[in-house]
């Protein structure tokens, strides 16, 4: 049996919203995997997370660069929030995008600025890294750019990139490319349509969903049809064409496409999104300084 430490039920607790002795029982009973002690609370209807959060602070920039059928958002890293604000880190982070450009990877991003890390560590003192890089591109159309709470043009914490097939007027595609981006921005999809969805998440769902029907008591019989129409309201949810457009509920994203489609007298496409999110995955050092305090008394 694994140890249940406090860090773990304390990890458990932030990532699922649930009760201390919950999750501590859901540990106990899932000899502490935390993935799967998730799904448990949720077949017992304990956890308010939807789905596993990742997200962990880190500090910095996610910069936007576009040509109009090509888009870049790339993601800088420092270890502070005052540097974000900092000009020259700003400078950085435009030319971080800037490069991605004429490249397509983030090794490409690396190299084409790494001098300018090297000079702006010295400068500043913190730990600087081009991190993460997205990039889309069209043969005919727009790739729409949204960047939300921008400190500055193009730069801010959350940046979304979607790209639009068509032949249709630029300007009216990049006006629904970025109604899009920011929709996207607020709803968190995890896939464009229902066929690119991760078969083994929506096996994952139909699994913790069948659990909770048997825990509710809903009839065995009636389980499969339950649990189907659960999770096709799970691929609304989750998938971007099938999601209500926050701009106007009663429609969805992929009836917005339809009529922008209809109104310019040719076809429209959605065919890529990207949404980084500055710091997701970054797992970011947290002081403990009580056990500080009683390591420097002698009482740790």
Request: hydrophobic share 45%; proline share 2%; charged share 25%.
């Amino acid at each position: 049996m694994a140890e249940i430490t406090a860090s773990l039920v304390k990890e458990l607790r932030e990532k699922s919203g649930a009760g201390m002795m919950d999750c501590k029982k859901a540990l106990t009973e899932n000899n502490g995997d935390i993935e799967v002690a998730m799904d448990w609370l949720r077949t017992k209807g304990l956890s308010k997370a939807a789905k596993k959060s990742d997200r962990v602070a880190a500090e910095g920039l996610v910069a936007v660069a576009s040509n109009g059928k090509t888009a870049v958002a790339v993601e800088v890293n420092a270890e502070t929030d005052f540097v974000a604000r900092n000009e020259l880190f700003q400078t950085l982070a435009r030319n971080a995008a800037q490069a991605g450009l004429s490249n397509d990877n983030i090794e490409g991003v690396q190299a084409a600025v790494s001098d300018e890390i090297t000079n702006l560590i010295a400068n500043i003192g913190e730990n600087m890294v081009a991190r993460r890089f997205a990039k889309h591109s069209v043969s005919e159309g727009v790739v729409a750019s949204y960047v939300h709470n921008a400190i500055a043009p193009g730069l801010g914490r959350i940046a979304v990139l979607v790209a639009v097939e068509s032949a249709g007027d630029a300007e009216a595609l990049n006006e629904m490319g970025r109604k899009i981006a920011m929709h996207v921005a607020a709803t968190q999809p995890l896939s464009l349509s229902t066929e690119d969805l991760d078969p083994e998440a929506v096996e994952r769902e139909r699994v913790i969903l069948t659990e909770k029907a048997r825990e509710e008591g809903k009839p065995e019989a009636m389980l499969a049809k339950i649990v189907e129409g659960q999770v096709a309201k799970f691929q609304r949810e989750v998938v971007l064409l099938k999601q209500p457009f926050v701009m106007n509920p009663d429609q969805t994203v992929e009836q917005l496409v339809e009529e922008t489609a209809k109104t310019l007298g040719t076809p429209v496409k959605v065919t890529a999104f990207t949404r980084l999110a500055l710091g997701e995955g970054v797992e970011k050092k947290v002081d403990d300084f009580a056990a500080e305090v009683a390591s420097m008394t002698g009482q740790g």
